[in-house]
Each structure stands twice: as C-alpha cells, then as structure tokens.
C-alpha cells in the first residue's frame, strides 16, 4: 500500500549515526564498568538502536523489552501509557538503562521511568538516539543523546511512518508525494 510519503532528503546519515553509537557506546561502558546493566528497550523503534548500541558496549549487559502505546490520537502522544508487554524479568536492585530511538513531548518517557522506578532498580537512566525538545510536553531529558533535532517528521533508522520506512539506514525527513 502508498503511503503517500517520500523520502525528501537524509537529515542524518547513516555513517554519522554509527560514529555517534560508537562514542555513546564507549561512554556507556566508561560510566557504567563493573556494574550489572540491563538495557530496557521501547519497542518498536528502538530495536534498530539498541542492536547497534548493544554491539559498541564492552561490558556485559542484559536486554528486555517493553511494548507500550499512547491512547488518543495516532499521532500524538497523550500522556496516557498503556503496557502491551512488559519485562520479563524483575529489575529490583539493577541499573537500568532505557534505550529510545526518538524523545518527542516526552509524555511516553515520563510514563516510562515513573513505572519502572516503581519497581526499585538501583539506577535508571535514558540514552535517546534522538531528542527534538521543541516538541516537549514535560520536562524531561536524556542522560545520554545521540542528535538533537529539529521539529520535523523522521523515519528511518527504526522510525516509521504507518510502519513504513524503518528499515533505512539513516534518519529521514518525509515529504508528500505530489
Ligand atoms: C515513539 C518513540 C517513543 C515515543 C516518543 O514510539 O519510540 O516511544 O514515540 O514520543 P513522545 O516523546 O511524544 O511520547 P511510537 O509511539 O512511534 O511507537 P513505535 O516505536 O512502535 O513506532
């Protein structure tokens, strides 16, 4: 099915993204050596970078997902957080580190550490691939980010449009097909 959409041009390319996983990632394994990590991924998006961040870590880590969706409009995010899949192993006393590909009124991501600090981890942090705070709802940042960028729709690099283009290699700005 047409999505109606085009690629209007590369905002970031994907060798820029890969330079930038590579110094988040040495960072991460700086910050967080010695200790026991789990990386909670958001699906669907960020499955693309917690692959390739997961591969530029050189400390052992553990991985779980989570599945969560907005209630309201499709393209807006209300604040309202339901759980389609939770973790599937308790993260009492562990650091944790939630991967994100995109923070954008920060309403998901409020939800998100409110939920799993619930649950007592010894540490929860956020590392955002990207960061559009123009968009900010709440106030609210990640401790570790890969772009800021500008209010613009993306897809690429697990972002999609109607689940479309997640599979580019690098982030994305759509245009409408004429
Ligand atoms: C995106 C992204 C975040 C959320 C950010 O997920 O992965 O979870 O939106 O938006 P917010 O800051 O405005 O809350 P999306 O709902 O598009 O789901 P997907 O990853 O499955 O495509």
């Not at 309202?80 to 920060?106: A, M, N, Q, Y």
């Not at 690429?156 to 479309?164: H, Q, S, T």
């Amino acid at each position: 099915m047409s999505s109606g959409k085009y690629v209007e041009k590369v905002l970031i390319e994907a060798e820029t993204i890969q330079k930038k996983i590579k110094e988040l990632g040495d960072k991460i394994s700086k910050d967080y050596a010695g200790e026991d990590l789990v990386l909670i991924c958001v699906l669907k998006g960020a499955v693309v970078f917690l692959s390739d961040l997961m591969r530029s870590l050189d400390i052992p880590v553990e991985i779980d997902f989570m599945a969560v969706s907005s209630y309201g409009a499709a393209t807006e995010s209300s604040g309202v957080v339901r759980i389609l899949k939770d973790l599937e192993r308790s993260i009492e006393g562990r650091h944790c580190l939630i991967v994100e590909d995109i923070i954008d009124t920060g309403l998901t991501l409020k939800y998100m550490k409110e939920y799993l600090l619930s649950q007592l981890p010894a540490s929860l942090k956020v590392v955002a691939l990207l960061d559009k705070p123009q968009r900010r709802k709440v106030d609210i940042a990640p401790d570790y980010c890969g772009f800021k960028i500008p209010d613009e729709f993306v897809v690429g690099f697990g972002l999609d449009f109607n689940e479309r283009f997640r599979s580019l290699p690098g982030v994305c700005v759509l245009g409408d097909k004429l």
